[in-house]
């Protein structure tokens, strides 16, 4: 089985944009098909200060179950730096990888949950999602990606950074 996922990416430690390119091929030579990649947006830290983000997404085509896909996901975060802790707050990041949405699926479990719980609250997450995906429909509450955006209430503000380049290192 095909699924069709969108992919939330962020850095806010080391080289952040090398972090995203190098995250994005590793999903790419590893996962499956990336057939969509945003620009890239520059965003204050959510929910604790620290350095700028950077952010963007993808849209994957895979075969991998929505957990195993997790899964992999977070080896790749390890792969390129990230260390997890078992703080309950925000902590800066060399790379993090979040399933947003997966075409026609809902997944309600403990160690996943799609559609992502806090996608609507944050527009560093839906900007660059409507730049692939602006007719994407929420599987829950049917909104596309661009009318979230519109009604989202996150007042930060968000800035065009640049583009992503993808070559082999």
């Known amino acids: 089985m095909k699924f069709k996922v969108l992919l939330s990416l962020g850095s806010n430690k080391g080289n952040r944009k090398e972090n995203l390119e190098k995250a994005i091929i590793e999903i790419q030579n590893l996962l499956g098909n990336v057939i969509a990649i945003s620009p890239i947006y520059e965003s204050p830290s959510w929910g604790y200060i ?3 983000y950077l952010n963007n997404a993808i849209c994957l085509v895979t075969n991998i179950e929505p957990l195993a896909l997790m899964e992999s996901l977070l080896n790749i975060e390890n792969s390129l730096g990230r260390l997890r802790t ?3 707050t925000y902590e800066a990041r060399e790379i993090d990888l979040d399933i947003i949405l997966i075409e026609g699926l809902i997944v309600n479990h403990v160690k996943l949950q799609v559609p992502h719980p806090r996608m609507d ?5 839906l900007q660059p999602l409507v730049d692939i995906a602006p007719n994407w429909e929420h599987e829950i509450t049917n909104f596309s990606l661009k009318e979230l955006l519109y009604n989202c209430e996150d007042k930060s503000e968000i800035k065009l950074y640049g583009t992503v380049s993808l ?3």
């Open 167 to 169: 070559h082999s290192s």
């Open 121 to 125: 609250l944050r527009k560093f997450v």
């Open 86 to 88: 078992n703080s309950s």
């Open 50 to 52: 620290d350095e700028a």
